[in-house]
């Protein structure tokens, strides 16, 4: 404890300098935590995303399979679609426990109930046409908001044509209750002008996290007539009774074989999103490899500078009974220090800047998860803390035994 | 002078040389010293510069290891001795004052006065340490930092630092060497004071002839080796009053 004491005593002599060092592994750090959690927080996303999707396969026209995960995921507009025949036959398949048809449009919210203030700035609603009673299965945990102006929602009926279920932001977004008009501004297929609709809102939906917040959910058939794709959907999502790997290729082989589909599991798409933004990830973990060496070259430089400065006074401590250990543990304890602090700093700054780097990172790529992607864990502070730890043991040998191996004598003379 | 010769002695030298490689050269620092210093007896060793008085110093403090001969340190050899047996050797034996303090910035003076404790493993006595202080003539200076010393304090803080583990033997180089003439005569005055008072045993080397010939006895070196042992005038003083 005196020794730590001494050491830190030490440190205090050049305080902007040790503060500099401090701050170089605190970023090193900094870095190392926020990829950490990065990595952690968009596995967990993409877990997430995938769970409330509710279905493990997915049947869709042949297209980029990244795309076609990010639309599912996130929402998206670039939207092929299939002919509605397809889900007849699949339907039959012994190996489906539950399956629903699903199709998506996308409405301008220009010319809807909310106008942007910026004229230029068109942003889109995505509409999905669902079948309520096969859609609640695959979804069984979706429950309508209650409160004033929101009580009594419900699923439309599926034979209704002028009703919609909103998610939750969808509504708040729109600022719509329960029996408000919802107006949909819609382009139907092959036409080049809008046509603005009007719906009642039957149901606002609870917040889910996932992209049906975003949602306005209209029956199956009204929402294919508005967009003019009589017969078409977007999507097939499907539970299987006994989800494998190999129950999935046989299920794969099975329907593969329909021209214009293809089959993606759920597991591929987060394979598929884990490798797209692996590459991303590869890159910021070698910056943060190169941060770590700095950091440790920058702590190992202090340090060293800091024992030739006291060269006189090592010797002076030899002189007066100090141990070659003594020494040893003195400047050790000294890099230590500034490690354990620089990790503490670190860990901080992660925590309280990890939404900044969430959305700058979100800002930079688009990872096709909605929620939080950043997730850092009391496990990965431990590990940090643990690296730093480990960083200065490291960092502090070299220094620790050049002071260490000084000469007394020649110690005190190069002092004088 | 027999009183003096029958004290046990603390400090053996015989034939003790030091010698190094200098380039292709071989530097005779120390070329053959003979010296026994006893118990409770100031030594000044003088010589000009380059005689080998700090060799001397540096190899009676065990600071360095004699190239040849014997040294004996409170009865115990440390011919072969490695480094932290040499440690061993000074821990409790030997205190050490140089010409510049080497005090450490950060420390109070009564924590750079407690250093040797933290290396010795022994307990800080708080109280021991204002005696100290007070015996080298600064109290209520204890939690002042060195740089609100002048340089006779710093002197003194150093002396206060290789007292507080109760040496034998207190070694000093140059001790005055940074000082002024005032403030050289204060350190030397209260060497002395610690050999009447305590029977502290002083070596100290200096270039000042004057405050040399204050010790009991005083050892002139020149190319290494000693061509002159004299009493000092506190030892002639003491004889005449006898």
């Known amino acids: 404890m005196r020794y730590l004491i001494l050491a830190m005593k030490n440190l205090l002599r050049r305080p902007v300098r040790s503060a500099l060092t401090v701050a170089g592994v605190s970023l090193a750090v900094a870095v190392a935590v926020s990829l950490s959690g990065f990595n952690l927080g968009y596995a967990r996303a993409i877990d997430q995303s995938i769970e409330k999707l509710g279905f493990q396969v997915m049947i869709m026209s042949k297209g980029c399979p990244y795309e076609a995960a990010t639309m599912m995921l996130k929402g998206g507009t670039g939207l092929l679609y299939l002919p509605e025949d397809i889900y007849a036959k699949v339907k039959s398949d012994p190996d489906i426990a539950s399956i629903t048809p699903i199709f998506v449009g996308i409405a301008q919210k220009e010319g809807s109930s909310i106008r942007d203030e910026d004229e230029g700035n068109k942003s889109f609603s995505i509409v999905s046409g669902i079948d309520v009673e096969s859609f609640k299965v695959m979804k069984p945990w979706l429950s309508f908001k209650t409160g004033k102006g929101y009580d009594g929602g419900h699923w439309f009926a599926q034979d209704a044509t002028k009703e919609v279920v909103l998610g939750y932001e969808a509504a708040e977004y729109e600022q719509r209750k329960v029996g408000d008009t919802f107006y949909a501004s819609i382009v139907p297929n092959g036409k080049t002008e809008p046509v603005m609709r009007e719906y009642k809102v039957v149901g606002v939906l609870d917040r889910t996290g996932t992209q049906d917040d975003g949602t306005v959910f209209m029956p199956i058939l009204p929402a294919q007539e508005a967009f003019g794709r009589m017969g078409e959907l977007t999507i097939i999502g499907i539970k299987l009774k006994e989800f494998s790997g190999a129950k999935m290729r046989e299920f794969e082989a099975r329907w593969l074989k329909l021209p214009e589909v293809q089959v993606v599991g759920l597991q591929q798409v987060k394979t598929t999103l884990v490798s797209l933004v692996g590459t991303a990830q590869t890159m910021v973990a070698a910056v943060a490899a190169i941060a770590v060496i700095v950091a440790v070259i920058g702590v190992i430089n202090t340090i060293l500078m800091s024992v030739y400065e006291r060269t006189g006074e090592i010797g002076i401590m030899k002189a007066i009974g100090a141990y070659r250990g003594d020494i040893f543990t003195l400047i050790w304890y000294e890099t230590l220090a500034i490690c354990a602090a620089g990790g503490i700093f670190g860990c901080i700054l992660a925590v309280v800047g990890s939404s900044g780097v969430e959305a700058a990172i979100k800002a930079l790529i688009d990872l096709g998860v909605s929620g939080s992607i950043v997730y850092i864990t009391p496990q990965v502070i431990g590990y940090a803390m643990l690296g730093a730890i480990v960083l200065g043991f490291f960092a502090g040998l070299y220094p620790a035994w050049r002071a260490s191996s000084m000469r007394p004598v020649e110690a005190i003379r190069e002092g004088e | ?242």
């Open chain 2, 1 to 242: 002078m027999s009183d003096e010769n029958n004290r046990p002695v603390v400090i053996s030298a015989r034939g003790l040389k030091r010698h190094y490689r200098r380039g292709s050269e071989t530097v005779k620092a120390l070329d053959g010293v003979d010296l026994d210093i006893r118990e409770g007896e100031m030594v000044s060793v003088l010589g000009p510069s380059g005689s080998g008085k700090t060799t001397l110093i540096n190899l009676l403090s065990c600071l360095d290891a004699p190239t040849e001969g014997t040294l004996t340190i409170a009865g115990k050899s440390v011919a072969g001795l490695g480094e932290d047996e040499l440690v061993d050797v000074r821990r409790g034996t030997l205190g050490f004052v140089f010409q510049k303090f080497h005090l450490l910035p950060t420390l109070t003076v009564a924590e750079n006065v407690e250093l040797p404790l933290v290396f010795l493993r022994r307990p800080v006595d708080r109280a021991a340490t204002t005696a100290v202080l007070a015996r080298v003539g600064l109290e209520g200076r204890s939690g002042h930092l060195p740089r609100e010393l002048s340089g006779g304090q710093m002197q003194r803080v150093a002396v206060a630092r290789a007292l507080i583990a109760k040496p034998k033997v207190l070694i000093a180089d140059e001790p005055t060497g940074n000082l002024d003439k005032a403030n050289g005569e204060q350190i030397f005055d209260l060497f002395r004071s610690l050999v009447r008072d305590e029977g502290l045993t002083v070596i100290v080397t200096t270039h000042n002839l004057q405050l040399g010939y204050l010790s009991d006895r005083v050892v002139t070196l020149e190319d290494g080796r000693v061509v002159k042992e004299e009493k000092g005038q506190a030892l002639a003083a003491a004889g005449a009053a006898h």
